[in-house]
């Protein structure tokens, strides 16, 4: 094995350990802190996979502004300090079977759509601003403007829910 | 392949910087503060003028005891300091100094830095909700709520210089850069410098850390060399957003006899660019949370809106 790929394996093994422990800590904000791990480590895979906007992009978002996010509402709700006894949930098997449905779902799909596909991640153009830009407002523009209307009418129902006491 | 010693060297001036120009804005705001309010400041350590204060201040942290309160996570509340300082560190690394001067090239350092920096938040989130204690809860939802509402018109601000000069890079920006920006990234360059001043709570932006209300905000509980190292961080923020600014507003090692003194200009115009930081803390009360929202959201986000295309119209049609 190359470097590359024992850096790898270590990264996803982190990823998927940190996954874990996001389902499984009896602490809300533990839960939080760990899947910045588990983001940190994905951002580390697309970094050896040669996607280095992407590996970025990943921890501006994620790390930055959607981890943020979530500990910000935890704070706001409920995060005692300490282990508290009843977080296990009682859909905790349909969850189960859920996550693994949607997992397998993308393994499956993954592995059909680009399972023969080598990549060259020497070559240094592949994953670089440039190159995903001009895939994605070309080939792929369709589904970034369906994204896009998604995106503004999330905006406009989070408007509507928050105007919602001022009528009443 | 890789010249391993250039990169060790490059690496080993980066730490020393980041020891050594936190430390020299920390005396800088002693003293400037000082002869602002009329005082002269710390005059004894060291002799001349106080310099040694800083340095007397970090033996007399490292000797206090290092408390965790009983009710704290202890882990994540040990954790914090670390995540709130390593990202500078890692952030100092990308930052050109000279035509060929940056400790590394990135092919995407704009976003590099952008990214990284926000990762430094997560400290004072972690420190506000470890140390189990109200006003550390306040701070931290207070620290958060600054975030998410300043980190938008920070992006977008850079985002405008990355489109005006057709490059990621912060190298690529700086040589593209020409004085015409002064005026025309103009906007963009208010916007980012107040945001980044949010984004370090620095005054006027203090509001998580607003000792009238709630003590010291998510760093109530810290002690000895975590405090210290909280500190360091504000500091070393201050040194990261100064020399941001410089490389992406201000042309970076563009001046006279650049070839040969370009590291020297951009060092300068970091040491002006923090200076303004200090002098804002001085001159400037500290701005209510409602008063900070509306600044972000009806000042800041529509300007740099308005930013972007002004620089869309400047880069298709001249």
Same mark, same amino acid.
């Given at each position: 094995m190359t470097l590359v790929e024992v850096l790898f394996v270590l990264l996803g093994a982190m990823a998927l350990g940190s996954a874990v422990l996001v389902?499984?800590?009896?602490?809300?904000?533990?839960?939080?802190?760990?899947l910045v791990v588990t983001l940190g480590a994905l951002a580390g895979c697309y970094l050896l996979l040669a996607a280095e906007f992407l590996a970025w992009v990943q921890v501006l978002i994620y790390l930055g502004a959607v981890v943020v996010l979530?500990?910000?509402?935890?704070?706001?709700?409920?995060?005692?300090? /300490?282990?508290?006894?009843?977080?296990?949930s009682s859909n905790r098997i349909l969850?189960?079977?859920?996550?693994?449905?949607?997992?397998?779902?993308?393994?499956?799909?993954?592995?059909? /759509?680009?399972? /023969?596909?080598?990549?060259?991640i020497d070559s240094g153009d592949i994953g670089n601003a440039e190159a995903l830009g001009s895939t994605l407002f070309g080939s792929w523009v369709l589904g970034f403007e369906v994204l896009s209307v998604l995106l503004l009418a999330a905006l406009i129902g989070a408007i509507v829910l928050s105007r919602r006491q001022e009528r009443d | 392949m890789i010249d391993w010693w250039d990169l060790a060297l490059r690496l080993g001036i980066v730490l020393?910087?980041?020891?050594?120009?936190?430390?020299?804005?920390?005396?800088? #705001?002693?003293?400037?503060?000082?002869?602002?309010?009329?005082?002269?400041?710390?005059? !004894?350590?060291?002799?001349?003028?106080?310099?040694?204060?800083?340095?007397?201040? *970090?033996?007399?942290?490292?000797?206090?005891?290092d408390v965790v309160p009983a009710a704290a996570d202890r882990s994540v509340f040990k954790? $914090?300091?670390?995540?709130?300082?390593?990202? !500078?560190?890692?952030?100092?690394?990308?930052?050109?100094?000279a035509p060929d001067g940056a400790a590394s090239s990135l092919d995407?350092?704009?976003?590099?830095?952008? $990214?990284?920096?926000?990762?430094?938040?997560?400290?004072?989130?972690? $420190? *506000?909700?470890?140390?189990?204690?109200? !006003?550390?809860?306040?701070? *931290?939802? &207070?620290?958060?709520?600054?975030?998410?509402?300043?980190?938008?018109?920070?992006?977008?601000? $850079?985002?405008?210089?990355?489109?005006?000069?057709?490059?990621?890079?912060?190298?690529?920006i700086v040589a593209a850069w020409n004085p015409w920006w002064l005026l025309w990234q103009l906007p963009a360059m208010v916007v980012f410098f107040v945001a980044g001043l949010a984004e370090?709570?620095?005054?006027?932006?203090?509001?998580?850390?607003?000792?009238? #209300? %709630?003590?010291?905000?998510?760093?109530?509980?810290?002690?000895? %060399?975590?405090f210290a190292l909280f500190l360091l961080a #504000? !500091?070393?923020? %201050?040194?990261?957003?100064?020399?941001?600014?410089?490389?992406?507003?201000? *042309?970076?090692?563009?001046?006279?006899?650049?070839?040969?003194?370009?590291?020297?200009?951009?060092?300068?115009?970091?040491?002006?660019?923090?200076?303004?930081?200090?002098?804002? &803390?001085?001159?400037?009360?500290?701005m209510r949370e409602d008063q900070l929202q509306t600044l972000a959201w009806k000042g800041l986000v529509p300007l740099v809106l308005f930013q972007l295309v002004i620089t869309t119209v400047g880069v298709v049609a001249l």
């Open positions: 389902a499984v800590s009896n602490n809300l904000v533990h839960c939080a802190l760990w979530l500990l910000f509402a935890l704070m706001l709700t409920r995060a005692p300090t /300490g282990t508290v006894a009843d977080l296990t969850a189960a079977l859920t996550a693994a449905a949607a997992a397998g779902v993308l393994i499956v799909s993954f592995a059909a /759509g680009f399972g /023969g596909t080598r990549i060259q | 020393v910087a980041f020891l050594v120009l936190p430390l020299l804005v920390g005396q800088l #705001e002693h003293k400037a503060m000082a002869h602002m309010q009329a005082r002269v400041g710390p005059m !004894y350590a060291g002799g001349f003028h106080g310099w040694a204060q800083l340095v007397a201040d *970090g033996v007399k942290f490292v000797q206090k005891e954790l $914090a300091p670390a995540v709130a300082l390593l990202p !500078y560190l890692v952030v100092l690394v990308a930052i050109p100094i995407v350092s704009l976003f590099f830095v952008l $990214a990284v920096m926000s990762v430094g938040v997560l400290g004072s989130l972690m $420190a *506000g909700w470890s140390s189990a204690n109200k !006003y550390s809860l306040l701070g *931290g939802l &207070r620290v958060a709520a600054q975030l998410v509402s300043y980190e938008l018109p920070f992006v977008l601000a $850079a985002v405008s210089v990355a489109m005006a000069a057709g490059s990621l890079s912060l190298t690529g370090l709570q620095r005054p006027p932006f203090d509001m998580p850390v607003a000792d009238a #209300e %709630i003590i010291f905000g998510p760093y109530t509980e810290y002690t000895g %060399i975590r #504000e !500091y070393a923020g %201050i040194v990261v957003l100064a020399s941001l600014t410089t490389v992406l507003f201000l *042309g970076g090692w563009q001046g006279p006899w650049s070839d040969q003194l370009g590291w020297l200009w951009t060092l300068l115009k970091t040491a002006v660019v923090s200076f303004l930081v200090i002098w804002l &803390r001085v001159a400037y009360p500290r």
